[in-house]
């Protein structure tokens, strides 16, 4: 088994996480976060689909989870065009191959080393780009009843 060390020194800088799937269900990943960040000077994100707004504050504020940025699917696809959301129950909604690919430009971008999240839909555009996507597997997607459409040929 290889031992992965996150420090500056490795070029281990700046890990992303995703909050629901991720977050929410795996305390563990807070605490990785916590002591890489306070630790080994590592930086720590968070990449989701939700707006940054007040509900999404305190229910990070109630994770007691350190972070330095965060960066929203739905408001970076809301600045590049406005007319690709459209809103459902108020919930925010994109086609699948711009929604899918979003967490890859913005890791990119952001030169994200490693990004943990749930979905096996976004796994696919991290292929050519140097972060690493780990997938954490967990019930609530599969109970969720969403599927890939994006990776259906």
């Known amino acids: 088994m290889e031992t992965l060390t996150l ?3 490795n070029n281990m800088s700046i890990l992303a996480f995703d909050v629901h799937g991720v977050l929410d269900t795996y305390s563990e990943f807070r605490s ?5 960040a306070i630790s080994k000077g590592v930086s720590v994100y968070i990449i989701s689909g939700s ?4 509900e999404m504050q305190e229910e990070l504020s109630s994770y007691n989870f350190y972070y330095d940025k965060y ?3 739905t408001q970076e ?5 406005p007319d690709l959301v459209t809103w459902k129950d108020g919930k925010p909604y994109a086609p699948d191959h711009i929604w899918d690919k979003m967490k890859s430009v913005i890791c990119e971008r952001e030169k994200v080393n490693i ?3 749930d979905s096996p839909c976004y796994g696919k ?3 050519d780009i140097s972060t690493t996507y780990v997938e954490v597997q967990n019930s609530h997607w599969k109970e969720s009843g969403r599927i890939c459409k994006s990776n259906i040929s």
């Open 51 to 54: 707006l940054f707004n007040t």
């Open 77 to 81: 696809i809301l600045d590049y065009n």
């Open 115 to 117: 990004l943990f999240d």
């Open 71 to 73: 960066f929203s699917i």
């Open 7 to 9: 420090d500056r020194e």
């Open 32 to 36: 990785i976060a916590y002591n890489a």
């Open 125 to 127: 555009y991290f292929k």
